[in-house]
């Protein structure tokens, strides 16, 4: 879970409130990118076409993926591994990410 530094410690004050806000939209953003990097990974993954619109579908999972490793990033969490197992990112969208 997200937590700002010293988020425990402080009484119910305005700053605290603020600092919920913020927690709870960086948690929502995060959300949002993990949803969509799934939607995008798996429709990669059940696509049968031809090449050209594989290549089109894979840079769309390919930014998607990106942009909810930046947001887990922002979130203090920079260790991806246990994401690309859940949502079975392939190996082509790693490495276009330098991940491989």
């Given amino acids: 879970m997200f937590r700002l530094p010293g988020q425990g410690s402080r009484q119910h004050t305005g700053l605290s409130a603020l600092d919920q806000e913020i927690a709870g939209e960086i948690a929502a953003a995060l959300g949002h990118a993990g949803r969509r990097a799934e ?3 798996a429709a990669l993954l059940a696509f049968e076409g031809d090449e050209a619109e594989r290549l089109a579908l894979c840079k769309k999972a390919v930014d998607a993926v990106y ?3 930046v ?4 979130a203090g969490m920079r260790n991806h591994d246990e994401v690309i197992r859940s949502l079975r990112i392939p190996r082509e969208v ?3 990410l330098g991940q491989s």
Avoid: I, S
């Fill in 39 to 41: 939607k995008w990974v």
């Fill in 67 to 69: 942009a909810y490793f």
């Fill in 71 to 74: 947001q887990r990033e922002l």
């Fill in 94 to 96: 790693l490495a276009r």
